[in-house]
């Protein structure tokens, strides 16, 4: 079964930087893309960050700049570097991968950014 778990969501003041991982268990192939997206308390959750095996980026166009999506999607890993972080930034951050033309979520992991 394959599992996609996340970690190191915490909280951290307005101006800091964090960084969240998610590694892929289970699977004996490699994803065709992985990412992050996040949902705010009450709304909607959106893309942050697409990674592709080749290497190539997308952004939301509110994430450029302060977030940077980096790993190894051969080897089932990804990473979120957010800088600058702001209050609005509070949520919670879902881990994605595709293969083929199934999805796959994890968890999630908090992030809370105070004033």
């Known amino acids: 079964q394959v599992r996609l778990v996340e970690s190191g969501g915490r909280l951290v003041q307005a101006g800091g930087s964090l960084r969240v991982s998610c590694v892929v268990s289970?699977?004996?192939?490699?994803?065709?893309?992985m990412g992050w997206y996040r949902q705010a308390p009450g709304r909607q959750r959106e893309l942050v960050a697409i990674?592709?095996?080749?290497?190539?980026?997308r952004y939301a166009d509110s994430m450029k700049g302060r977030f940077t999506v980096s790993g190894d999607i051969a080897k089932d890993t990804v990473y979120l570097e957010m800088n600058n972080l702001k209050p609005e930034d509070t949520a919670v951050y879902y881990c994605?991968?595709?293969?083929?033309?199934?999805?796959?979520w994890g968890q999630g992991t908090p992030v809370t950014v105070s004033s």
């Open positions: 994605y991968a595709q293969y083929r033309t199934t999805d796959y």
């Open positions: 289970g699977s004996n192939f490699a994803m065709n893309a």
């Open positions: 990674r592709t095996y080749g290497g190539s980026t």
